[in-house]
Every structure is written in structure tokens, then in C-alpha cells.
């Protein structure tokens, strides 16, 4: 109780919030995080721009729309507005210039000023080896997660248990290496283990569990990009072919547009989301076509099938993890194949894309067939093709794609519509409709569902921004699902609402009100002997601040509540109170962030997240379950202008629990304790 009243307290005392863009990216990784059900992922390939351009500021005055577009943080309409202002009335003089325009309001000049910078010099970059290695940027991070408490998977006695025994030490590593000159050039390396795997011995006997290379390069004026090794495809809407992740449903209605970058490197340790081959973008004038082709070994359970007398895929693992001998069984054990080709044409305020990908496994697919899943994708093969569009009338974009698979004849169907109306009003109007059925291997279009199949919904969002210190987003989401789910045994529908207000008393501070609101339909937890549906209501509540003290202290609070309830089962609650406290300062070469928190739900239906600062290129969530406390503290010292290293220690503390975690994963105790070590060379 003293704990609450501290929180509750400090809480009140501190209801302002500086302005910087940490809070602007940690909004949007927490809530893909969380509607992922995620604890932690490798976002570096949708983060990779924002931390190049928070060193290399883009200079507005010779941006190119497609590098406004990577940034992920205006919308078409601005973005073409700041584009003719400059052609018509010759460069910005100053960045505050941008509030002359009738798109831009100020809380969209202070998101992007961190990133851009305004440059009245003519540009005489260009492109050559010469540069390349006279200008080109050298990266090494090395990265150590040594684990404190051992679960009961490294113990001696299931050394020799196939599923439960993990074979390689307790800790996990992260080595990258990277050359990149500007955004033209870029030759990587990325090694990685989780804990448990092994190190140079089987079945890791060349070093690492996982290594990813690529070698890229854009600019050339009729072939403008090129990738060999790991690379990404973005394509249209994200219906056909999108293989790194992308944003979705959030407080920001314009996350939902997708601004494809047709081509890009591979930066991510993710071991599933990338392509490995050769990919080449030619180019002419407005035109460009893109082919590229991937050749890789995937992870999943071949079994043989005595009746079809031949060896079928039972399942795809897609968890990175190969720590037990079972694991290891699944490691590599079908061939993907995957060719396309994409076609665009481009005008200023019109584009026009059209896909063909043709995707194929070494092994029949045919998983355990249920009721819920007959209609999901089986056999070895796959062809999709799409059209995509994107329009700009005056302050009204149109955007959309339809994509088909030819071997089952079934479609997927995004329709958008953006409008801005000026700059203190903006709505987002959002269809979709996805056959059951309809599958890809690679996807990130929007959807209230994990896959892009079996789902109709509409959304409506709007954005309105009465003046500079105010601003109320909103959203709605309606959706149904034609077929069964898991765990859903009938036809089902829902709906999701959220509601944002913030308030902005100085350019320095902020604090933020959410309300979200998502009802689904899913299997009662009464056993009958036939399954019926019932409503399954979550409802979140939360208040988020901060203040920056003087020029080198920041405090953050929050304060969240949640509470999820249905006719089967009693009200289940959940509180997280936590506190933040930031030392960051030019003055010195030391960073510190440490946080302080308190928890309590009553299940794991009423479970909390809540971003935690991790050292770079690390992205992830902590999640709240039952009852107790977490505290970590984050050092990061910039030895010189060549080194600086990252410490991290956490500790999470249940109370009334002699144990954590299940199976191989259990420790003994309550608590659980990390560590994290990351230390990073830069030359230039």
C-alpha cells in the first residue's frame, strides 16, 4: 500500500513529458510488441533508418520523397505539400518554416526534427569507391547475455534428455559487423546464439547457431539497387510479399499506410523474416522492375507417411531455438525457394505496382488437419500475384492491393482512404476482406488476426489537433472472422476501440491518456458437449508522463490498469505503477536510465507490458504477471569518439513463489535476475 501511495503521489507531482524521439519510436515498438504478444524481437529492420538519420540528419532541401516516405513519420500528404513548397518557392530557410504549410502541425515539426536538419549548401555528394572508403562508416557490436539463474534445462541430469536437456552454455551472444556509406552502400556480417546453444562444437561446429551476410548497394541510374546475400522485399500493401515487420493498428492512424522500400539489407538477427539470394531493381525514369530470388533451409518436423509412402512437413518452426536435440532434429530440414518479380511506375502523385511471387518447399506441407485449420495452406507450392496503388488528390490519398493465389483462387483485399483535412483534422478510412484460406509465406498487412487469411474488418481513425498543445487520436475496429479460429470454434466477430489525448504545455513536455477496448469472441471456458462462444472483454487504462527536471534529469511515470472479464469466468485486474528516472547529458560521457516498479493481476488474462530501454538494436517488452516488483538500471558510457559499451542489469521479484517459469525453462526461487553486456566500435 505504501508503494501505491508513493507511485500515486510522484505520479501527480510530475505531469509533463520532454518532447525527444525515444518516446515517438518506444510508443509505436511497444504496441507492435504487445499486439504481437511479444516479450522481446529484433526490430532492426524497421528501427535501421531512424538510427541512421539520427546521425545523418536528412537535409529537407534535397530529400528525396522516397527518403521522407523510409522515415515513417509524416504522411503523402505532407510530405508532397513540403516537396512543391520548395520547387515553387525555392529552399527552407529554417525548419520552422514547415508551420507556413496547411499539413504541418507542430507536433509533426518536433517529431521529425531529431531526424532532419535544414541546409542551405548545394549537395555534392556523389557516389564512388573512393568516397565510399574514404567517408564509409566501420560498426562492430559484440553483445554478451550471460544468465544468472540456471534453469533446470542446464542441469547434468537431462544432459541426455532429447526435449528437456539443453546442450550448450547459459548464455546468449550478438556479434555484428557492418561498413555502410550513407544509404548507397552497405557490406554486413550478424552472428548470434540464444542460451543454450552450443559454441563451436555440434552441432554449431563452425562457431555460431545463426550467421547472416549481405552485400548492398543503391543509387546507379538504371540499375538503383542491388542485394546479394540477406536482403528484404517490400511490396504494395504487404498482402503479397513484405518480409521484414511493419506497424500496425496504433494511437498514430498513419501507421497503417505501408510506404514500401522495394529493396533493402538485411540488418536483423531475426532467423526466419529475410530472403537469401540475389535481388536486383532496375530502373527508368518513373519505371522500375525488381527481381530477385531466395534459396534457403528452413527448420520443421519431416515426417514419413507410410500411407502417401513418401515424407511429408508436419509443421514449420519458426522459434530460432535449437538447444535440444529435439530442436536440433528440426533444424534445417526442408529447402524454401522463392522467385518474383515486381513492376512499378511512378508519377508524383500516383503509383501503380504489380507483383508475381512464386514460392515453393522441398517437402509437401500437410499439418495435422483440424476443424479450424482444413482450409489453411497444404502441398509444396504457391503462386500469388498482386496489383497495388497509391493516389494523392489535393489532401486525399487513395491507397490499396489485391492479391490472388492462383493454386487455391483465393484473394486478399486492403482498400484505404487518407484524408487531411487541414492541419488541425485527419482521418484514416481502412477495408479489408481476406479469404479463408488465402496464405503467403511473408506478409505484414493490417489485421486483427496472426495471419492475413479468414478475416473481413473495417477501421475508421481520426487524428485532430485543435492547437499546439492539444491533440485527441482515436480509432475504431470492427472485424469478423468467416471461419473457426483456434480455441474458436465458430464463426466469430469483434471490436477494438482506443482513444489518445495529449497534452503539450511547452515544446519540452508531455503527458498522454489511453483508453483501448477490444472485445472477442472465443470458446467458453464452460465445458459442454458443444463448444459455445462468449464475448471476452479487456479493457486497458493508462496514464503516462514525464518531466525533464533540468538539463540532465528526466523523470517518466505510469500508471496502468487493466481489467478483462467474460460470462465464464469472475473479473480479473491488473496494476503496474512504475517509475523512471534518466540522467543524460552532454556535460558527460555517462547515460543512465533506471526504473522502479510494482505489479499485481489476478491471471495471465490481465497481464501488463511495458517497453523497457535496452542497449542499441535490443527492442523489448517486459511482461507483468501475477504479483511483485522489477527494477534494472542501464549504464552507457562513450569511452571516445571510436568506443562506448552498454551495461544492463535487471531483476525481477514475485512474491509468494518458490519457482519460476515451466518445464526446461524453471528456475528455483522468486526471483530472476539478467545481465547484459554490449560493447561498440565506430569508425569513420
Known amino acids: 500500500m505504501k508503494n501505491i501511495l508513493f507511485f500515486s503521489f510522484l505520479f501527480i507531482s510530475f505531469l509533463v513529458f520532454s518532447q525527444e524521439y525515444e518516446p515517438v519510436i518506444q510508443q509505436r515498438i511497444e504496441y507492435w510488441l504487445e499486439r504481437n504478444d511479444r516479450e522481446a524481437s529484433d526490430l532492426t529492420s524497421i528501427t535501421d533508418t531512424w538510427d541512421f538519420y539520427l546521425e545523418n540528419q536528412l537535409d529537407l532541401n534535397q530529400a528525396t520523397k522516397e527518403q521522407l516516405l523510409s522515415l515513417e513519420l509524416l504522411s503523402e500528404n505532407q510530405i508532397n505539400e513540403l516537396l512543391k513548397h520548395i520547387q515553387d518557392h525555392g529552399k527552407l530557410i529554417t525548419i520552422y518554416e514547415l508551420q507556413t504549410l496547411s499539413t504541418w502541425d507542430m507536433q509533426s515539426i518536433e517529431r521529425v526534427i531529431p531526424f532532419v536538419k535544414v541546409d542551405e549548401k548545394v549537395s555534392n555528394f556523389q557516389f564512388s569507391l573512393q568516397n565510399a572508403l574514404r567517408d564509409g562508416k566501420l560498426e562492430w557490436i559484440s553483445r554478451v547475455d550471460p544468465l544468472i539463474e540456471i534453469p533446470v534445462g542446464y542441469s547434468d541430469s537431462l544432459n541426455n534428455s532429447k526435449t528437456k536437456g539443453y546442450q550448450g552454455k547459459a548464455f546468449g551472444s550478438y556479434t555484428r ?3 555502410q556509406y550513407g544509404t548507397n552502400l552497405s557490406i554486413g556480417m550478424i552472428a548470434s546464439n540464444d542460451p543454450g546453444e552450443t559454441y563451436f562444437q555440434s552441432p554449431n561446429k563452425k562457431g555460431f547457431d545463426f550467421y547472416s551476410l549481405h552485400a548492398f548497394y543503391k543509387g546507379g541510374k538504371y540499375i538503383r539497387s542491388v542485394a546479394i546475400g540477406d536482403y528484404h522485399v517490400q511490396i504494395g500493401q504487404g498482402l503479397n510479399l513484405w518480409t521484414n515487420y511493419a506497424f500496425g493498428k496504433s494511437a498514430d492512424i498513419g501507421t497503417l499506410i505501408r510506404n514500401p522500400i522495394c529493396l533493402k539489407p538485411n540488418v536483423s538477427a531475426d532467423e526466419n523474416r529475410f530472403l537469401r539470394g540475389v535481388a536486383i531493381d532496375f530502373g527508368y525514369k518513373n519505371m522500375h522492375m525488381l527481381v530477385f530470388s531466395s534459396f534457403k533451409n528452413r527448420d520443421g518436423n519431416v515426417e514419413f507417411d507410410s500411407i502417401e509412402n513418401q515424407s511429408l512437413l508436419k509443421s514449420i ?21 522463392i522467385i518474383g518479380a515486381n513492376l512499378g511506375y511512378k508519377l508524383r502523385n500516383f503509383e501503380i505496382g504489380s507483383a508475381l511471387v512464386n514460392q515453393r518447399y522441398s517437402f509437401d506441407y500437410y499439418p495435422d488437419v483440424k476443424p479450424y485449420n482444413q482450409f489453411d495452406f497444404s502441398g509444396n507450392h504457391q503462386l ?37 483535412f487541414n492541419q488541425f483534422v485527419s482521418m484514416n478510412l481502412f477495408y479489408r476482406k481476406f479469404d479463408t484460406g488465402y496464405y503467403t509465406f511473408y506478409n505484414s498487412g493490417v489485421s486483427e488476426g496472426t495471419n492475413i487469411s479468414n478475416e473481413n474488418g473495417f477501421y475508421y481513425g481520426m487524428t485532430i489537433v485543435p492547437n499546439r498543445k492539444w491533440q485527441l487520436q482515436g480509432y475504431m475496429d470492427l472485424f469478423q472472422f468467416p471461419w473457426l479460429r483456434f480455441q474458436v470454434d465458430a464463426p466469430s466477430k469483434g471490436q477494438e476501440y482506443l482513444g489518445q489525448i495529449t497534452w503539450s504545455p511547452t515544446k519540452v513536455s508531455q503527458v498522454y491518456a489511453r483508453y483501448r477496448y477490444i472485445n472477442k ?3 467458453s471456458s464452460v465445458i459442454v458437449s458443444i463448444s459455445t462462444l462468449e464475448n471476452q472483454i479487456q479493457e486497458n487504462f493508462r496514464l503516462h508522463a514525464q518531466i525533464q527536471l533540468n538539463d540532465a534529469f528526466q523523470i517518466r511515470s505510469r500508471i496502468e490498469y487493466v481489467q478483462w472479464k467474460s460470462p465464464s469466468e469472475a473479473l480479473q485486474k491488473g496494476t503496474l505503477l512504475q517509475q523512471d528516472l534518466i540522467y543524460k547529458t552532454l ?27 535496452n542497449p542499441l538494436y535490443v527492442y523489448g517488452n517486459q511482461v507483468y504477471y501475477d504479483k511483485g516488483s522489477r ?7 562513450n569511452i571516445n ?44
Open 631 to 637: 527494477y534494472y538500471i542501464l549504464l552507457h558510457y
Open 521 to 523: 469472441q472465443a470458446n
Open 587 to 613: 556535460q558527460t560521457p555517462i547515460d543512465i536510465t533506471l526504473r522502479y516498479a510494482v505489479f499485481q493481476t489476478d491471471s495471465w488474462n490481465s497481464r501488463i507490458y511495458s517497453y523497457e530501454s
Open 317 to 337: 518452426d519458426v522459434t530460432g531455438f535449437h538447444r535440444t536435440i529435439a530442436e536440433n532434429e528440426k533444424r534445417n530440414q526442408f529447402k524454401e525457394k
Open 641 to 684: 569518439r571510436t568506443w562506448d559499451c552498454w551495461f544492463r542489469y535487471g531483476n525481477l521479484i514475485y512474491i509468494d513463489k518458490s519457482s519460476i517459469g515451466t518445464g526446461s525453462q524453471q528456475i528455483q526461487g522468486n526471483q530472476q535476475r539478467e545481465f547484459t553486456l554490449q560493447l561498440r566500435m565506430q569508425i569513420r
Open 177 to 179: 559487423l557492418r561498413y
Open 384 to 420: 500469388t500475384g498482386s496489383v497495388d496503388y497509391k493516389y494523392l488528390v489535393r489532401n486525399l490519398i487513395l491507397y490499396g492491393e489485391i492479391s490472388h493465389s492462383f493454386v487455391n483462387q483465393k484473394n486478399a483485399l486492403v482498400q484505404g482512404l487518407g484524408v487531411a
